[in-house]
Structure formats: structure tokens, C-alpha cells
């Protein structure tokens, strides 16, 4: 079972406050450190900026962007997040992608602007491995 993250400061290219929901009315991060770890890992063997676009969403600002109730995003006091939007253009989109898949995670959406990354129940997270999809 994974664990919040409470020491951010051994995530040297992330700060608490870009995994915060954008609702406007939530103060916490409830990100997983499974999830981190990897994606601290993913950022250093990518060797390029990630800009999270949307990291933790409590359940009311979830089902205003997602169809998904219980994605990799969603995040409160039981629940931790498990994913997040990484900024991405064509050209760094499947750099991204590698770099993710070679640090261990296994859930993967691309988009135009941004790239999903995720975890799957086999580390930790709540939703099925090994998923990509495109929106």
C-alpha cells in the first residue's frame, strides 16, 4: 500500500503546490510516493522539465473534468492520486511517455497539450495496468 507524500523536499524537480486541485477550495496534496518516486525518476532519466498541468482533484472538481469517477487523479484524505497531466508538444510527447515507462508506470493517455501518466493496481494504484489511451 502506498503512502502519502509528506517530504517533498526529496523530490527535488516538484513542489507540493502544482499537485494541488485547482478547484480553488482544497489546500492538499494527497499524491502517493509510489507515484512520485517514479515520476522524480521518470524527470531524471528524461532529462527535461515536466509541468504538471493537474496532479491530485477532490471529488467535486473530478466530475466537472472527467467522466472517470474514481480516476488516477482523484484525491482526499482515504484516497491518494496516482496520476498526472504532464505539459508536453510533439516533440517531447513520447520522450515523456519512454522516460515514464522505464521508470515503472504502466498507465499512459495522450493528448494534444499534455500527457497522462499513471499508475495501475499492480503498484499500488486503484485502476488496471497497463493502459494507454488517446483523448
Known amino acids: ?14 513542489i507540493e503546490t502544482e499537485f ?3 478547484c480553488g477550495r482544497c489546500d492538499e496534496a494527497f499524491v502517493s510516493e509510489t507515484f512520485l518516486d517514479m515520476l522524480q525518476h521518470a524527470r531524471t532519466i ?5 509541468r504538471v498541468m493537474s ?11 472527467s467522466r472517470s469517477l474514481s480516476g488516477d487523479h482523484v484525491a482526499s484524505g482515504v484516497m491518494l492520486c496516482f496520476g498526472a497531466d504532464i505539459a508536453c508538444t510533439d516533440e517531447t510527447r513520447e520522450l515523456i511517455v519512454a ?11 495522450r493528448s494534444k497539450n ?8 499492480r503498484l499500488g494504484g486503484r485502476n488496471a495496468d497497463d493502459v494507454e489511451w488517446e483523448y
Open 1 to 14: 500500500m502506498s503512502r502519502r507524500v509528506t517530504n517533498w523536499g526529496a523530490y527535488p524537480n516538484f
Open 20 to 22: 494541488i486541485c485547482r
Open 46 to 50: 528524461s532529462g527535461i522539465p515536466f
Open 55 to 65: 496532479g491530485c482533484r477532490c471529488v467535486s472538481h473530478n466530475s466537472t473534468v
Open 99 to 109: 522516460a515514464c515507462r522505464e521508470a515503472g508506470m504502466n498507465r499512459f493517455g
Open 114 to 121: 499534455f500527457v497522462h501518466v499513471g499508475i495501475g493496481k
